[in-house]
């Protein structure tokens, strides 16, 4: 069974830094696209980032050069860098990956950016 787990998340202030890692298991092939998503409460869950196994990135408009995704080059682990956060940027975060047709699920980490 294939499992990811975000890493990473907490509390931090306007203009702090975080980063957040998905590992994933039990995955025999490697995915094709890799990325994170997030929801806020009363909000629909929107695009963050993607990556996808060339290395093309994609990220979501209000980005704005604030984070960058990146993968490492062995196994199926990637990595979300957040700069410059803002109190929008609150919500769970979740990492995201497909392979073999099937999209792939992390549980979802919590990201709280508060003065």
């Known amino acids: 069974q294939v499992r990811l787990v975000e890493s990473g998340g907490g509390l931090v202030q306007p203009g702090g830094s975080l980063r957040l890692s998905c590992k994933t298991s039990?995955?025999?092939?490697?995915?094709?696209?890799m990325g994170w998503y997030r929801q806020a409460p009363g909000k629909q869950r929107e695009l963050v980032a993607t990556?996808?196994?060339?290395?093309?990135?994609n990220y979501g408009d209000f980005v704005k050069g604030r984070f960058s995704i990146s993968k490492e080059k062995v196994g199926n682990t990637w990595h979300l860098q957040m700069n410059n956060l803002a109190l929008e940027d609150t919500a769970v975060y979740s990492c995201?990956?497909?392979?073999?047709?099937?999209?792939?699920w992390g549980q979802g980490t919590q990201v709280t950016v508060s003065s």
């Open positions: 995201w990956a497909r392979g073999l047709g099937h999209d792939y």
């Open positions: 039990g995955a025999i092939f490697s995915f094709t696209a």
């Open positions: 990556i996808i196994s060339n290395g093309i990135t």
